[in-house]
């Protein structure tokens, strides 16, 4: 499941070895929510994996990226990725990529409720159809959240917070697998993306049963 849902997010998926640079479509195209997407790409533990740009900067790129070491990658593509897809004033990030295909066997957490409900955080409103949410019982106080990014009917990515009075209760951990285990049994594959400094958030991850393979995710953000 995971392999399909990369080939349809990234356009091609594996990699023979190395980074293949592909042109595709898909990064012209609106992402779920409403946004760009002008570059992304997924790398291995090994430093193998597909870098998605536009077709007409598919040939740069590839370029840029040719004969690096995967420990040269990740300078390469801060310093020049953004100027060859056309979008200079943005920045190329890479977080650490996970997945998972058992979520943890944990207590639920929360209720489902629509995301354009009463009481949300505003960052939880942009998420289409429902969220995930725990409240404070009695007097239905935001803790926490989730939301899911449906990128494609085969792969989802969790997002998560909580509320600076609801940390250390544990509740991101059990509303993650909760949220994974509603995606597995759809049929698609729940993703899990952090920045590699935010040990907290890798912390959730670990607990909700998304272990750190050594994966990467290489993707554009910024002013667009």
Not at 3 to 8: E, G, N, S
Not at 199 to 218: E, N, Q
Request: one cysteine or more.
């Amino acid at each position: 499941m995971l392999d399909r849902f990369l080939r349809v997010w990234l356009g091609s998926w594996p990699s023979s070895g190395g980074v293949l640079v592909v042109g595709s479509p898909q990064r012209e195209k609106p992402r779920w929510d409403g946004g760009e997407q002008r570059a992304l790409g997924v790398t291995d533990a090994a430093g193998n994996g597909v870098l998605s740009v536009p077709p007409a900067s598919r040939e740069a790129v590839a370029a840029l990226v040719a004969g690096l070491a995967p420990a040269e990658l990740e300078a390469a593509l801060a310093a020049e990725l953004p100027g060859l897809v056309g979008r200079p004033e943005q920045h190329c990030f890479t977080g650490v990529f996970r997945w998972t295909e058992a979520p943890a066997d944990l207590p639920d957490a929360g209720a489902w409720e629509p995301s354009d409900g009463p009481g949300l955080p505003d960052w939880l409103r942009p998420f289409p159809g429902e969220v995930l949410v725990a409240r404070e019982p009695g007097t239905g106080e935001y803790l926490a959240g989730v939301g899911l990014k449906p990128h494609d009917p085969t792969g989802i990515e969790i997002s998560v917070g909580t509320a600076e009075q609801a940390r250390g209760r544990g509740l991101a951990r059990r509303l993650v697998a909760r949220a994974a285990r509603r995606i597995v049994g759809a049929g698609a594959v729940p993703t899990y993306l952090h920045d590699p400094a935010n040990t907290a958030s890798a912390h959730v991850a670990v607990a909700s049963g998304f272990p750190d393979l050594g994966w990467k995710i290489h993707a554009l953000a910024g002013a667009a």
